[in-house]
């Protein structure tokens, strides 16, 4: 591709691609690199475009799906998303061993909670909105939901089944070790 071309597709758009980032990450510098990142992967990928849609329509493409890849990749990077270190780490504030790990006990169980409960587009979209506070018609557009609530509809069934479940739990029998 010519650099003339390269440059006058950058800057056609290039503000709305990075516009798109914005609503995702909510942060500008995160959107820029993003949207940069974007750019390089159309670039390498010029030849797999087809013409059957418009260049916007697959120059979006691209940008859901890296932004989606970047959120999953962040989601595993907890100092990215403002949180401590680990989870595992012990608090600094807890007076003893016994409450560290009552904690940790507490996060397995919540996490196996929402394992065994949600379904995977259901715990995508918990995930997204309450740990990486992506908003709902972001999600809705990152993940390509089709229904028309979008992700608000899969936040609903998803508190709903949570709900549910952790009143399960609440209830179950307290395994208790004799010796």
């Known amino acids: 591709m010519a650099p003339d071309l390269y440059r006058e597709l950058f800057q056609r758009h290039h503000q709305r691609v990075a516009a798109w980032c914005l609503r995702f990450t909510g942060e ?3 959107a820029l690199d993003l949207a940069q990142e974007v750019f390089i992967k159309a670039y390498r ?5 087809r013409g059957e849609s418009r260049f916007s329509t697959w120059l979006y493409t691209i940008a859901r799906n890296h932004c989606l ?22 608090d600094l504030q807890s007076t003893s061993v016994q409450d560290t790990l009552e904690r940790e006990q507490l996060l397995k169980s919540m996490r196996k909670l929402v394992a065994e409960s949600l379904d995977e587009t259901e715990a995508q979209v918990v995930n997204l909105h309450y740990c990486q506070e992506v908003p709902l018609d972001a999600i809705t557009r990152l993940l390509d939901l089709s229904n028309p609530s979008g992700a608000k509809a899969y936040v609903v069934s998803a508190r709903r089944k949570l709900s549910a479940a952790a009143q399960r739990w609440k209830q179950r029998p307290v395994n208790t070790v004799t010796a």
Do not use: C, N, Q
């Open 28 to 30: 500008r510098e995160s």
């Open 45 to 49: 990928r010029l030849d797999a475009f």
């Open 69 to 90: 890849t970047a959120v999953k990749r962040w989601a595993t990077e907890p100092a990215r998303m403002g949180h401590s270190l680990s989870p595992y780490l012990p």
